[in-house]
């Protein structure tokens, strides 16, 4: 892994990174992560293979393995103690550990972030957008907190960690080919499936 240059970079592949881990593995999660990938992917054709950026253990490919039991899986994520514990249960999902700010060349179907643009450095977020859209073949799923215009909040006492916008929208202005092909809110008050109040953008590039 090339060297840490941002402050939100160190911060999620130290300890803070380690200890998310443990937050984030209830059976509740992956039944509202089966919930809102199904939502997604009866909007799209056939999907044979995908790239989550900032996958952690990879509770999101086990949600996705539920609906799609033949997709290839490929993750990056920064932290070493998530990728271990990634490849120790999921042998099967390839995981490369960088940042997701280093260029990645893997071409798939569908590439995504979920609740990992939200935590990203602001000036550094088109390094990101350009992975996401350079390696689609024609999807690409951006599920984050949404705010029309930047902000800025604490996260768990920390300055500088969360940050909320328009994702999708700056993504839709940087790459004119790609058109939105769906969206969907995830509310932390859904009586079955509860979630962070994510709100989802499916964008689709031309055929």
Same mark, same amino acid.
């Given at each position: 892994m090339k060297d840490i240059k941002t402050e939100q970079e160190k911060f999620w592949a130290g300890e803070f990174g380690d200890q998310y881990i443990n937050r984030n593995k209830s059976k509740e999660l992956l039944a509202a992560n089966i919930k809102m990938f199904s939502d997604v992917f009866s909007k799209t054709d056939k999907i044979s293979s995908i790239t989550e950026y900032g996958c952690n253990v990879g509770m999101n490919f086990r949600a996705i393995k539920n609906i799609l039991p033949n997709c290839s899986l490929r993750g990056v994520e920064i932290n070493k103690a998530a990728v271990d514990?990634?490849? &120790?249960?999921?042998?099967?999902?390839?995981?490369?550990?960088?940042?997701?700010? +280093?260029?990645?060349? +893997?071409?798939?179907?569908?590439?995504?972030? #979920? $609740?990992?643009?939200?935590?990203? @450095?602001?000036?550094?977020?088109?390094?990101?957008?350009? @992975?996401?859209?350079?390696?689609?073949?024609?999807?690409?799923?951006?599920? &984050?907190?949404? @705010?029309?215009?930047?902000?800025?909040? #604490?996260?768990? $006492?920390?300055?500088?960690? *969360?940050?909320?916008r328009?994702?999708?929208? +700056?993504? *839709? +202005?940087?790459?004119?080919?790609?058109?939105?092909?769906?969206? $969907?809110?995830?509310?932390?008050?859904?009586? @079955?499936?509860?979630?962070?109040?994510?709100?989802?953008?499916?964008? &689709? #590039?031309p055929n």
């Amino acid at each position: 892994m090339k060297d840490i240059k941002t402050e939100q970079e160190k911060f999620w592949a130290g300890e803070f990174g380690d200890q998310y881990i443990n937050r984030n593995k209830s059976k509740e999660l992956l039944a509202a992560n089966i919930k809102m990938f199904s939502d997604v992917f009866s909007k799209t054709d056939k999907i044979s293979s995908i790239t989550e950026y900032g996958c952690n253990v990879g509770m999101n490919f086990r949600a996705i393995k539920n609906i799609l039991p033949n997709c290839s899986l490929r993750g990056v994520e920064i932290n070493k103690a998530a990728v271990d514990i990634l490849r &120790e249960q999921q042998p099967e999902i390839e995981v490369v550990q960088k940042s997701i700010l +280093e260029p990645d060349k +893997e071409k798939v179907d569908l590439t995504f972030t #979920k $609740g990992v643009l939200i935590h990203i @450095n602001p000036t550094e977020l088109e390094r990101v957008y350009e @992975n996401l859209y350079k390696n689609t073949l024609r999807y690409l799923l951006i599920a &984050e907190y949404y @705010n029309p215009t930047p902000v800025a909040l #604490k996260y768990r $006492g920390h300055e500088d960690k *969360l940050f909320k916008r328009d994702f999708a929208g +700056e993504i *839709l +202005e940087l790459y004119s080919d790609l058109s939105l092909l769906d969206y $969907g809110f995830c509310y932390y008050r859904d009586n @079955n499936f509860p979630q962070d109040d994510i709100t989802w953008f499916l964008l &689709e #590039k031309p055929n």
